[in-house]
């Protein structure tokens, strides 16, 4: 069975930086992406790394994110990793880390994952 378990979030101010984590229970998936909802909105895309098998990686980023957010991933420990810098108080969310077998064209949606983490609550004061 799966578990994707995620850390590293907090409080902290704006401007500041933080490093989320998130580790796989038993395998290396082609996507690893990480999403993000605040309180009473829909759930969004923030950043995803697709391996193609080889040593190929994309990155992807929502425009909100790009420029401060950065995603990279440890294949031998089964782990993704989200490093926030310049935070914004928009930036206040749980922030979900979600994995997928495919490595696809589909990395911003939702439904293109098949496992989840619990969520990690990040707030950035202002």
């Known amino acids: 069975q799966v578990h994707l378990v995620e850390s590293g979030g907090g409080l902290v101010q704006a401007g500041a930086s933080l490093r989320l984590s998130c580790t796989a229970s038993?395998?290396?998936?082609?996507?690893m992406g990480w999403f993000r909802q605040a309180l009473g909105k829909e759930r969004e895309f923030v950043a995803a790394?697709?391996?193609?098998?080889?040593?190929?990686?994309?990155?992807d980023y929502a425009d909100s994110v790009k420029g401060r957010f950065s995603i990279s991933r440890d294949n031998a420990k089964n782990t993704a990793y989200l490093q926030m810098n310049s935070l914004k108080p928009e930036d206040t969310a749980v922030y979900y880390c979600?994995?997928?077998?495919?490595?696809?064209?589909?990395?911003?949606?939702?439904?293109?994952?098949?496992?989840w983490g619990q969520g990690t609550q990040v707030i950035v004061s202002s």
């Open positions: 038993v395998r290396t998936f082609r996507a």
């Open positions: 979600a994995a997928a077998d495919s490595s696809g064209n589909y990395y911003s949606r939702t439904s293109n994952y098949d496992y």
């Open positions: 790394s697709r391996w193609n098998g080889g040593g190929v990686y994309y990155l």
